[in-house]
């Protein structure tokens, strides 16, 4: 059973728009979320993340939206360039002293030119 | 240039037959782990190290075997390989021991190892 669900394995956004992708997670004992962006042939590397206490943490064009009764964050890019084509993906922390991360399946954002 | 090297890129090989994929950071990391990427169900964890000579089973440990001898060095080994391996790898290292879980001291992954076993 996948305790962090990203239920959209592909995305298709045109240059300039808003992509939105979204991590849904069952477990309450999750603290903190972290997205990763990875590129073809290449291991991923971090983004962005938040923090349970928080519902909102914004990095420049990314902005990260944590929705605690509704166990649901979303990933916003604006405006979407090209180079934001990648596979995404969601990761969630353990609140307790082995900080182990459980990922999700990872969604596949592609920008049209 | 700060990197976490695996070797080999791409690897296929048959069951049964022992195979090391090599993972070496250089910027005197503390945590290293070893990761699978299948299909639909994202990253999880094999192995992973707080120390050297300290390692600790992740979520799918079975069949396969870790050790860190040098800081710098967390080989995976797969003594006898069978076609479920079959998958791409990744290794990572983080500065501190919150195993890459925040802002501050995420993971750094390698490029990642495809292995095909037959």
């Known amino acids: 059973d996948q305790q962090v669900k990203q239920n959209s394995p592909s995305l298709s956004v045109q240059e300039g728009r808003i992509s939105i992708l979204n991590c849904d997670y069952t477990?309450?004992?999750?603290?903190?979320f972290l997205w990763y962006k990875k590129y073809p042939a290449e291991g991923p590397t971090f983004l962005i993340s938040i923090s349970s206490i928080k519902d909102k943490n914004e990095d420049g064009r990314f902005t990260v939206f944590l929705n605690k009764s509704a166990k649901h964050l979303s990933l916003h890019i604006v405006p979407s360039q090209p180079g934001d084509s990648a596979v995404y993906f969601c990761a969630a922390r353990f609140m307790d002293s082995n900080y182990q991360l459980i990922w999700g399946a990872g969604t596949k954002l592609i920008i049209k030119p | 240039e700060a990197q976490v090297t695996q070797n080999p890129r791409y690897l296929i090989t048959v069951t049964g037959k022992k195979l090391t994929v090599t993972c070496s950071q250089n910027m005197n990391h503390e945590y290293m782990s070893w990761y699978r990427q299948d299909p639909g169900l994202g990253l999880r964890q094999i192995y992973y190290s707080m120390n050297v000579e300290v390692t600790d089973k992740g979520d799918v440990p079975e069949g396969y075997k870790v050790s860190r001898k040098e800081k710098r060095n967390f080989p995976l080994i797969l003594e006898s390989p069978s076609p479920n391996q079959t998958s791409l790898y990744f290794c990572?290292?983080?500065?501190?021991?919150?195993?890459?879980?925040?802002?501050?001291?995420?993971?750094?992954f390698g490029n990642g190892t495809r292995l095909t076993v037959t």
């Open positions: 990572a290292s983080s500065p501190d021991l919150r195993q890459g879980s925040t802002y501050n001291s995420p993971l750094h």
């Open positions: 477990n309450s004992m999750f603290d903190y």
